[in-house]
């Protein structure tokens, strides 16, 4: 049986990447960038004082207590203007006049003399003012032609503040990946309003997909149900191909039981398997196949292995074919002590906590058959157990990562910006 790593190694040997599209920076937001952008123009675009107060020329320091005739008064978007020497009222963001390069705040003077409109016409220094102090230079924020955004970056609000800085009407990103979900099951029951019949669920798989793949991104394109019969399986992948799915992500029948048809019924349709069945748990008679240029990611049924299969292999994939390389690994001291079966990688539902010295802790909680929906909604936190197996004592460092994408705890982004 393939291993975790093998597995995704193999997965991303086949991802195709995704092409680009040219999107408004307002409908940005969580985009993935495919191309670097460079910055079109000086930011800030010319000198400007930091404070309200008084611009002077100061080529060496000017002396506390030396006084200043105040020849103009220059705001926020007022034009460049010749100084003509002496002192100018200015205001914060304002331009510096020709011949100026130093700015004192207003409450580091006094005024000694006023004109009868009001206007400061007099002020003494109350400390020295040293050389280009208070000034913010053209470009010392980001230099015409400077990598602001690298291709895989994630668009964030921080980054649309910049991008609208620079006067960036629109971005590269890359094109939405489309996917299709086909759930099998004759039990399933997808209209939550419909009473269940004996022996009926209602359907949960696909509802987790569609909002777990939307908040990664992807266009979702349809959401079927069908039930455990080859031809329908078989149509309802038909349809995802004609739709322009690129990934197309099943979920049931992929195990041992007589009415699991889904390796069949791809293979009927010329698919060609990458792997079935992987060292892990939950989640191991996961299958992955390529059919044309479309994956097909055909999960077990089983809720959990659902969630492993969204988490640790579709979600790689879709970063692959947006430009984004992998995850940051990040780690936590367990709290829980386990006892993995080796052999398989496990992935654990879990919450993280730090301690007073800033250490993350990982508790894996209690209830981790893969039937079982509660504790991952209670869950803030994925555990990751390696193959090695064996006692694992409290304190033991282990891979901990956020439940959907990103960092293990809400609210912090990893270096790529991700918003776990
Ligand atoms: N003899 C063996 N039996 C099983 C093995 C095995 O190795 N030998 N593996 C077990 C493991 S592990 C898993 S995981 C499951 C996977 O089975 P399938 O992929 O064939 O999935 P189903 O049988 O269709 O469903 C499993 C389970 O999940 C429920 N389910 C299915 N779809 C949904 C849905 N959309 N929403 C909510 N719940 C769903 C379904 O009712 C079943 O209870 O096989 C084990 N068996
Ligand atoms: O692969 Mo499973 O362990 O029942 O989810």
């Known amino acids: 049986m393939i291993s975790y790593a093998d597995a995704l190694h193999e997965l991303l040997q086949h991802v195709r990447r995704l092409d680009a599209v040219s999107c408004p920076v307002g409908e940005s937001l969580g985009r993935v960038l495919a191309c670097d952008v460079a910055s079109p123009m000086d930011l800030p675009s010319f000198d400007h004082s930091a404070m309200d107060g008084y611009a002077l020329h100061a080529a060496t320091p000017l002396a506390a207590g030396s006084e200043h005739a105040v020849h103009g008064s220059q705001a926020a978007g007022d034009a460049s203007q010749a100084s003509g020497g002496g002192a100018w009222e200015i205001m914060t963001g304002a331009r510096l006049p020709h011949g100026l390069d130093a700015v004192v705040p207003v409450e580091r003077t006094e005024l000694l003399e006023r004109r009868a409109d009001g206007s400061p016409a007099r002020i003494r220094l109350l400390d020295t003012l040293m050389p280009a102090a208070n000034v913010r230079y053209a470009g010392s924020d980001v230099a015409k032609g400077a990598l602001v955004a690298a291709a895989g970056t994630r668009i964030e609000a921080n980054h649309?503040?910049?991008?609208?800085?620079?006067?960036?009407?629109?971005?590269?990103?890359?094109?939405?990946?489309?996917?299709?979900?086909?759930?099998?099951?004759?039990?399933?029951?997808?209209d939550p309003a419909t009473p269940l019949g004996d022996g009926e669920i209602y359907a949960s798989n696909g509802p987790y997909l569609a909002a777990a793949l939307g908040m990664l991104g992807a266009t979702v394109l349809s959401c079927e149900t069908v039930d455990d019969t080859g031809p329908t399986f078989v149509s309802a992948v038909q349809r995802a191909r004609g739709a322009g799915a690129d990934l197309i992500v099943t979920t049931g029948a992929v195990s041992m039981g007589r009415y699991d048809f889904v390796p069949d019924a791809l293979a009927e349709l010329g698919a060609r398997v990458l792997f079935h069945k992987v060292a892990i748990r939950p989640g191991k008679p996961q299958l992955v196949a390529v059919l044309d240029d479309a994956m097909v990611f055909a999960l077990p049924g089983t809720p959990m292995a659902v969630g492993v299969g969204l988490r640790f292999f579709i979600t790689p994939v879709l970063r692959a074919m947006r430009g984004q390389g992998p995850e940051p690994q990040w780690h936590a001291m367990l709290d829980t002590p386990q006892q993995p079966k080796p052999g398989l990688r496990h992935f654990l539902r879990a919450s993280v906590s730090q301690d007073e010295t800033g250490r993350l802790h990982a508790q894996v909680l209690a209830q981790q058959q893969p039937f079982r929906i509660q504790p991952f909604s209670q869950a803030g936190a994925w555990v990751v157990l390696s193959e090695e197996g064996g006692a694992l004592e409290a304190g033991t460092r282990v891979v901990v990562t956020g439940l959907h994408s990103g960092a293990p705890f809400p609210g912090v982004l990893d270096s790529s910006g991700v918003a776990s």
């Open 160 to 190: 649309i503040m910049l991008l609208a800085a620079l006067g960036i009407a629109s971005v590269t990103v890359v094109r939405a990946p489309r996917v299709a979900i086909v759930c099998t099951g004759k039990e399933l029951q997808p």
